[in-house]
């Protein structure tokens, strides 16, 4: 095995840590890896002028997840015991309170989500963020600041910014 | 003393301060109650997420993930590919090894796994059928291929896996993305179904169709993939024109003897002058 292939490999923990809690479950997660793999594989003539490989493999990971949001696959929803349960919706006496971190997460708009999932996992400088996501560092800083705080208030179970009033 | 701003109060919580700024944020937020109670939310719940994702990093890599992470390795030494391997080395001709071991078509590889949904999609509304899980039945084999040689536009034998276990039960035409796609059930002793899906609409989603061409022989680009769909294994692979998948509710270990048989005999068979 040459270098190359040691290096890349020696990412797929991390890639696959990190899309499982970008795609919410197991199958999701290992195809985005797959994908993100090949495609890395498919430019690997670039690799020698790519200095943070972290940052170039995450940013293809990025590309490829929001393509795929954009433009979903034929839904296969794995129906196997030894699958984590995907969030389901709360029911009306449990409220937002029984949420578990895992389907708060999934209600984070997703350009907060991947910030703060690659802030916390990756522990990844603000600075690295903004270029594996293309974006300034200072969008890095304001959805960091708004999806963490979501975040809170949905394991709190505080209602979002916006409450219904029950009207008599 | 600056006032501490949104920014800052993450840096602090993230250790992306100068050690300076740490310490006097450090000490402004003992006269803050409201930010502090903020940051040591944040902190928890960094610690929270890694606490659910960081078990992620010790799980053994699925086959599929280790694969795609060693394009260039000798894949084909891997015993899970040991019967295609042999194939291989038996000279199955139109298998350039260039085409195998560098698996460079991602977007082809992307269109395929959808030619993989619609396999195990197949088997898993026919295979559960008792009394028409086929629409020509096995004692009819010569009819069934006659039939769909001429609706796929090329000679469609099934393969005999009787060696490992596995009875032809017959097979039918389905509806693929542009044309006629066919189905080959097959059942073993304890009455599990095996189907073998053989598409022929893959040939324009790979890049390397024309390129690949050579001599009439099939084209080179090809990849074994592992797909799970539930409790279905499938495993595909893309030779010449066509796309073949096998699905089964078996282990990866007895599908891929199959595979390997099924490609064996496929090649055997595409070398012997057209019915």
Same mark, same amino acid.
Request: net charge neutral.
């Given at each position: 095995?040459?270098?190359d292939?040691?290096?890349l490999?020696?990412w797929v923990p991390r890639?696959r ?7 919410g479950n197991r199958?999701?997660?290992d195809d985005?890896v ?6 890395a594989?498919?430019?690997?003539a670039?690799?020698?002028? &790519?200095?943070d ?15 795929g ?6 839904a296969?929803q794995t ?6 349960? &995907?969030?389901?919706?709360p029911t009306?006496g449990?409220r937002l309170a029984v949420?578990d ?6 209600l984070l ?8 999932l ?5 522990d990844m400088?603000?600075a690295d963020?903004?270029k594996?996501?293309?974006?300034p560092?200072g969008?890095v800083m304001?959805?960091l600041s708004r ?5 809170r208030?949905?394991m ?5 910014p916006?409450?219904?009033?029950? &009207?008599? | 003393?600056?006032p501490i701003t949104e920014a800052?109060?993450? =840096? ?10 740490h310490?006097?944020?450090?000490a402004?937020?003992?006269?803050r109650p ?11 719940? *960094?610690?929270?997420l ?10 053994p890599l699925?086959?599929?993930?280790l694969? =795609?992470?060693? +394009?260039r390795a +000798?894949?084909?030494?891997?015993r899970?590919?040991a019967g295609?391997?042999?194939a291989?080395?038996s000279?199955?001709s139109?298998?350039?090894?260039h085409g ?6 991602p977007?082809a590889?992307l269109?395929?796994?959808g030619?993989?949904?619609?396999a ?5 509304v026919?295979?559960p059928?008792?009394?028409r899980?086929?629409?020509v039945?096995?004692?009819h ?11 796929m536009?090329?000679p469609m034998?099934p393969?005999h896996l009787?060696?490992l ?8 035409l ?5 044309? +006629? ?6 059942r073993d002793a304890?009455g599990q179904r ?9 040939g ?13 022989e ?10 799970r769909?539930?409790r279905?294994?499938?495993?595909y ?5 066509f796309?073949?998948?096998i699905s089964?509710?078996a282990? *990866?270990? =007895?599908l891929t003897?199959v595979?390997g048989e099924?490609y064996?005999?496929?090649a055997?068979?595409a070398a012997?002058p +057209?019915?």
């Amino acid at each position: 095995m040459t270098p190359d292939d040691q290096q890349l490999l020696s990412w797929v923990p991390r890639l696959r840590r990190y899309a499982r809690a970008l795609a919410g479950n197991r199958d999701d997660a290992d195809d985005l890896v797959q994908d993100t793999l090949e495609r890395a594989w498919a430019k690997s003539a670039l690799w020698r002028g &790519v200095a943070d490989m972290r940052g170039w493999l995450f940013g293809i990971m990025h590309n490829l997840h929001v393509d795929g949001v954009r433009r979903p696959r034929i839904a296969t929803q794995t129906m196997d015991d030894d699958t984590p349960e &995907v969030a389901t919706a709360p029911t009306q006496g449990e409220r937002l309170a029984v949420l578990d971190l895992q389907a708060a997460l999934d209600l984070l708009p997703l350009e907060q989500k991947e910030i703060v999932l690659l802030v916390a996992l990756e522990d990844m400088a603000y600075a690295d963020v903004a270029k594996t996501l293309g974006i300034p560092i200072g969008t890095v800083m304001s959805r960091l600041s708004r999806g963490r705080e979501r975040l809170r208030a949905l394991m709190d179970g505080r209602a979002e910014p916006v409450r219904l009033k029950v &009207v008599k | 003393m600056n006032p501490i701003t949104e920014a800052e109060l993450h =840096a602090f919580v993230d250790g992306q301060l100068t050690p300076e700024r740490h310490r006097e944020i450090e000490a402004a937020l003992a006269q803050r109650p409201d930010e502090a109670l903020r940051a040591q939310a944040y902190r928890e719940q *960094k610690q929270a997420l890694r606490a659910l994702f960081d078990p992620v990093l010790d799980e053994p890599l699925p086959q599929r993930v280790l694969l =795609a992470a060693r +394009p260039r390795a +000798p894949w084909y030494a891997q015993r899970w590919v040991a019967g295609v391997a042999i194939a291989l080395a038996s000279g199955a001709s139109g298998w350039g090894l260039h085409g195998v071991s560098q698996r460079v078509w991602p977007g082809a590889a992307l269109a395929t796994a959808g030619f993989a949904q619609r396999a195990a999609v197949a088997h898993a509304v026919y295979s559960p059928e008792q009394r028409r899980p086929v629409e020509v039945d096995a004692a009819h084999e010569d009819q069934l291929v006659t039939w769909l040689s001429k609706r796929m536009g090329a000679p469609m034998k099934p393969p005999h896996l009787q060696a490992l276990g596995y009875a032809l039960e017959g097979g039918r035409l389905l509806p693929g993305g542009q044309g +006629p796609v066919a189905q080959f059930m097959y059942r073993d002793a304890g009455g599990q179904r095996l189907t073998l899906y053989v598409s022929n609409e893959i040939g324009d989603l790979s890049p390397a169709a024309s390129g690949a061409r050579r001599g009439g022989e099939v084209n080179a680009e090809t990849a074994f993939r592992f797909a799970r769909e539930g409790r279905l294994n499938v495993f595909y692979w893309v030779e010449g024109r066509f796309g073949y998948a096998i699905s089964a509710d078996a282990d *990866k270990a =007895a599908l891929t003897d199959v595979a390997g048989e099924v490609y064996r005999q496929l090649a055997s068979t595409a070398a012997e002058p +057209p019915r």
